[in-house]
Nanobody
């Protein structure tokens, strides 16, 4: 079955940077519709960034110009580069993928639904 495994989380101070990684097995990232979501304590899950098979990306406003979603097709990894981190970015971050063949309507992100989820990696940003 499809497995997504996140890594790269940690604790940083305000203004710091982190790069999250998502390793996929039994799922080819190069042609997939994928995204990063996050969930802060006591809050609902929210979309952060999405990427389609063509490499187009979409970000929610609060992370635009600070976060970058990308992928390494050869390694079959998805990444989230996070810069200028703020305390409000503190959350568990999840990698998600849409089943192959399902249309990736990136314009609807973050309302787009995803079929596969990782276990998450924790990001803590202190002031």
């Amino acid at each position: 079955q499809v497995q997504l495994v996140e890594s790269g989380g940690g604790s940083v101070q305000t203004g710091g940077s982190l790069r999250l990684s998502c390793a996929a097995s039994k799922y080819t990232i190069s042609g997939g519709c994928m995204a990063w979501f996050r969930q802060a304590p006591g809050k609902g899950r929210e979309g952060v960034a999405g990427i389609d098979a063509e490499g187009n990306s979409r970000y929610v406003e609060i992370v635009k110009d600070r976060f970058t979603i990308s992928r390494d097709n050869a390694k079959n990894f998805l990444y989230l580069e996070m810069n200028n981190l703020k305390p409000e970015d503190t959350a568990m971050y999840y990698c998600a993928a849409r089943r192959w063949g399902r249309f990736c309507a990136l314009s609807t992100f973050p309302r787009l639904d995803f079929d596969y989820w990782g276990q998450g990696t924790q990001v803590n940003v202190s002031s």
